[in-house]
């Protein structure tokens, strides 16, 4: 079992940046990849940037490539999503999520434990 707690959205102006943290619990933490998620209202939730086991390899959405940066600290148990050069479309719900062992990297469907969600608001 993993309980996962996102921190560190707020308001930000359009180019502007913000450090989102995921911590989770559990001692089994390092074994899992861990993923991004974000949900604007109307919309349906989309894959941002995903980590895997090591930390050495990542995956990114198109929409921010070169812009967010995914990050884990395994001693820590925590994981980061850098967000730089903020878009007002980038305003959603974002969700810390923590992959199974089937599915891929990018399916919400592959993923199974999640957080309560932390708000980005970009404001143009």
């Known amino acids: 079992q993993v309980q996962l707690v996102e921190s560190g959205g707020g308001l930000v102006q359009a180019g502007g940046s913000l450090r989102l943290s995921c911590a989770a619990s559990g001692r089994t933490f390092s074994t899992y990849t861990m993923g991004w998620f974000r949900q604007a209202p109307g919309k349906e939730r989309e894959f941002v940037a995903a980590?895997?086991?090591?930390?050495?390899?990542?995956t990114s959405a198109d929409s921010v490539k070169g812009r967010f940066t995914i990050s884990r600290d395994n001693a820590k148990n925590t994981v980061y999503l850098q967000m730089n050069i903020l878009k007002p479309e980038d305003t959603a719900v974002y969700y810390c999520?923590?992959?199974?062992?089937?599915?891929?990297?990018?399916?919400?469907?592959?993923?199974?434990?999640w957080g309560q969600g932390t708000q980005v608001t970009v404001s143009s």
């Open positions: 980590i895997r086991l090591s930390g050495g390899s990542t």
């Open positions: 999520a923590a992959k199974g062992p089937v599915g891929g990297t990018t399916n919400k469907g592959a993923y199974v434990y």
